[in-house]
DNA sequence: TGAAGGAGTCGAACCGGTTCGACTCATCGC
DNA sequence: GCGATGAGTCGAACCGGTTCGACTCCTTCA
């Protein structure tokens, strides 16, 4: 059951059978059939942590993914399925790691313990000390998000400002004027999250060129939480017509607290922001959104993770999306119906 | 970096360095202090590939997802969440394997080359070929489901048999006479899903007994399903008061459908059945239903699967679970307005 | 015809841990 | 005063692969 084993029945030496599976070497065409009939009789598989041992590297990826407390949103989780599909692809495993609470611990059996050949990051935030730590280690790894200082590191990132500006020009297009921006929930803002706070930031500045009037919330990522966002929103100014969203998990109490304030949609209310798309089409009216194309952000990251595996010291490279806004059944012209 | 170096600057062998690390010998207060000192400064971690090569286990648990090809669902997140977390507190590493297309393959990954000391199995079948395979080479895994012959077998189920029939006697109750069953995809349904199964079985039943005019589907796992599915629904039989789904990734779809066909729920129309519950609040209104207590069975799964792994040979262990329906607004007496 | 070179193979060392047997040295009981 | 006991430590073997250097043939070409 080892190469032992198979270097015995088939009268060769170990290295040979070593050879013979790895082609580095030349060896014969009758020796290579007479270890492939062995190896096929037994089912011989070589040992992974042995290999690993011997040529340092676990044909494994990290996948450091946020806290567990948390609620996972639905794109999260097309994340994590793209990204084990596309290692998948190269040959790869995937190892998941919490960056929960004692994020040091599992970055230390990541790393320290050498698990993995590289990771990729999900849930960047602007000043990320996963980040920094990786990076002052030369180890390999890609963001799913941009740090405050992008121009240095490996990525593939979301222009969350141009999205959520886009955002903004449409529905001012449409005529609104008194807009609101539900952002992920507060805790995750201070924490420095990346989207949140180019989201806002995009938010803002479009809504000041149109010369919008706006109020910004923050949200937690459920339903409920999204539904007491939406109370708010109109006690504070029942005048809004409109809102743009980062939180997905939320959208179903959004939809839930416009219809129980018997605001229509998009009738009288309108509704966007930056979704998945598969998640923007669960609800009723489906969502106009920027779609996360969650999917190849996952690809590339692994994409480049690999480039940057296989060619150690090349250049730091990124890919910065911006997709565009996908007109669906949640937003149509202000003042249909004026306001109550 | 290595166990020797630590051995070298402690001025001991490295068998004392080891020894002092595991505790699995006695080590003198002065040797243990000077060797700590030395990790300490050095921030040393034993190589885990090695450790693993030496005593056989990995301290890695592979966890056997769906194919990636698929839609994930809401309720597959919450499994692979909760795993990553119990497996934590158990000091485990989780290792994702797509057992897709090619489930062989990544099988022989995962096993053959001894990647993980033990699997977790999403997404079971009746007749799982990839159970059977564990089975027979009575390599520790959990399934999450169960197969046709569960009595031999580790696994955390859900009693999808009972679950659908309370959701009927739920609908008998409140009046409904004529309901309908919204399945899983019918390929999955004919590749013989449990859940599909069992719940198809436990609707059935439970409406024979009551009496029910019955129809079955299946239904594609996203919205666009769900909606062309309801209308369908509709067209065969008007007269339908109420339905029963398992599919969670439809139910979005199914409201829009209703929403369209002019039926209010649950004035018009009642919605129930198994779904997560985080996921049954996210829709308006929110679904009455069993919630699938997702994050409670990858718990469960996990701390089997660990019990497994430390008393090799133990007697097959497993969990039924069968939560309670929650009533939340999408049920309600039938005959409210009758149907057009 | 003999040196050069390449194909094919082997043995040994190595990767970085764990563990077993053996050794030394105190301590203790009789 | 001496053997038994156990704490503490070391060296060597082992886990299962990979890889390097060296060796043997067999061709090829001067």
Redesign the interface.
Known sequence: MNIGEIARRAGVSRSTVSYALSGKRPVSDETRRKIQDVIDEL?Y?????????ANGR?S?IG?VFPP?GN??T?M???F???V??AA?AHDY??????S?VDSDR?F??LL????VDGAILMEIRLEDDRADHLAALDFPAVAIGRTAHPESGWWVGLDHTALAAACVHHLADLGHRRVAFVNRPEQLLRAGYESAHRGLDGFTKAAAERGLTVRTYCCGD???SGQACLEQILHDDPATTALVTLNE?A???L??GL?QAGRHVPRDFSVTGVVAG?WA????P?LTAADVPAEEMGRRAVDLLIERLDHPGAPPRHHLLAPPISLRASTGPAGGTPSA
């Open positions: 089912g598989r070589p040992n992974a942590s042995a290999r690993a041992l676990t494994t996948l567990a609620h996972y639905g999260q989780l097309d994590i399925g793209s084990v599909e998948a495993d995937v190892l998941l790691s919490p929960g599992s230390q059996r320290g313990e050498r698990r459920d339903a409920a998990a959208l179903g109490g939809y839930r219809s598969r089409e669960t609800v009723t489906q």
